[in-house]
């Protein structure tokens, strides 16, 4: 069964470095969104990305962060200059047109120190 | 700002009871997705709710979309300790953000 992959699975960085995470999509689909998860806390919206364009974002979603899909297949969320408050999970999903089910990814962890 | 409500916020039951936990909203959502999440993990996709008043069952799991579309709910009957989870709800229009409830921690003793 397809499913949406994301790397690393674990980041730890220092304050003021930049992170990339790195999702892969299910391959037909053509909606893309960005998570976040504080540890105890509410699945938070960062931002949606369609036909290479962002199409929604939050508040959180700032300048320090930026996404691109660099290629057919891949899906990046950067963090310019990672904060302490930037540590949690990180969760991409996707949909496709089919009620628009959004699929989750098993998230990345990022840790900053 | 649209929320969600979900009720209780911790379940713990004996192995073969019934149970429903509720998620509430005063928005209007066009879909409802439930989804199950384990410590460290992704959340899993388990239905997705479109029509006011519509019911779906998925083995013991049976989940309900309120007629006017702003509230769900999920029943599991005989619960087994292979349900233990949070079970999240998330609301949302075509194609855009889900709005996230807190979720049910759900705890089933054998």
């Known amino acids: 069964e397809p499913e949406v992959t994301q790397t690393p699975s674990h980041q730890v960085t220092q304050m003021g470095q930049e992170v990339i995470l790195r999702c892969v999509p299910i391959s037909n689909h053509l909606y893309f969104y960005w998570y976040r998860q504080i540890l105890g806390q509410k699945v938070e919206f960062l931002v949606s990305f369609y036909n290479n364009e962002i199409s929604e974002k939050s508040e959180i979603f700032d300048d320090q962060f930026s996404v691109e899909r660099p290629d057919g297949s891949n899906f990046t969320l950067k963090i310019r200059s990672t904060k302490l408050e930037d540590s949690a999970m990180y969760f991409c999903a996707s949909s496709g047109t089919i009620n628009y089910e959004q699929y989750f990814g098993p998230g990345t962890r990022l840790t900053v120190t | 700002t649209q929320l969600l409500e979900q009720s209780p916020q911790f379940l713990s039951i004996q192995e073969g009871e019934n149970l429903t936990v509720y998620c509430n909203s005063s928005s209007v959502f066009s879909s409802l997705q439930w989804y199950r999440q384990e410590p460290g993990e992704g959340p899993v996709l388990l239905v997705t709710?479109?029509?006011?008043?519509e019911v779906k069952k998925l083995k013991r799991l049976t989940f309900q979309f309120g007629d006017a579309r702003k509230d769900s709910s999920l029943h599991i009957t005989a619960a087994q300790p292979g349900d233990t989870g949070l079970y999240l709800c998330a609301g949302g229009e075509y194609g855009n953000k889900l709005v996230f409830g807190a979720g049910t921690i759900l705890r089933v003793k054998s």
């Open positions: 709710v479109v029509t006011g008043g």
